[in-house]
């Protein structure tokens, strides 16, 4: 079981820019896939972006391409979530998740797919 932790959310203006980091617990070696999620106020848990550990392949939700750039550092077992010209409509918990895998992209894409998580970051932007 792979232990995340998310880092990096606070308040921000409109326009705005924040990178949240999510850290694994140990060597990443098990990871196929990590993904960002998000939930806001209301509403149910959707998926940002996700990126293939060992190839980097990345794949966005439509509301962030563009916007938003999902990396990671091999060497420090971390992924990262770059977040630009950020909008009130980002305002969310956002949630990075490993999965051992393989998925495929779409497959990526589902919540229900990840079987690690970490306990979620507040990203809140005011107009």
């Known amino acids: 079981q792979v232990q995340l932790v998310e880092s990096g959310g606070g308040l921000v203006q409109a326009g705005g820019s924040l990178r949240l980091s999510c850290a694994a617990s140990e060597r990443t070696f098990s990871i196929y896939v990590m993904g960002w999620f998000r939930q806001a106020p209301g509403k149910e848990r959707e998926f940002v972006a996700h990126?293939?550990?060992?190839?980097?392949?990345?794949n966005y939700a439509d509301s962030v391409k563009g916007r938003f750039t999902i990396s990671r550092d091999k060497a420090l077992n971390t992924a990262y979530l770059q977040m630009n010209s950020l909008k009130p409509e980002d305002t969310a918990v956002y949630y990075c998740?490993?999965?051992?895998?393989?998925?495929?992209?779409?497959?990526?894409?589902?919540?229900?797919?990840?079987?690690?998580w970490g306990q979620g970051t507040q990203v809140t932007v005011s107009s």
């Open positions: 990126i293939k550990w060992s190839g980097g392949n990345t």
């Open positions: 998740a490993a999965d051992p895998g393989p998925l495929t992209p779409a497959q990526a894409m589902d919540e229900n797919q990840y079987a690690n």
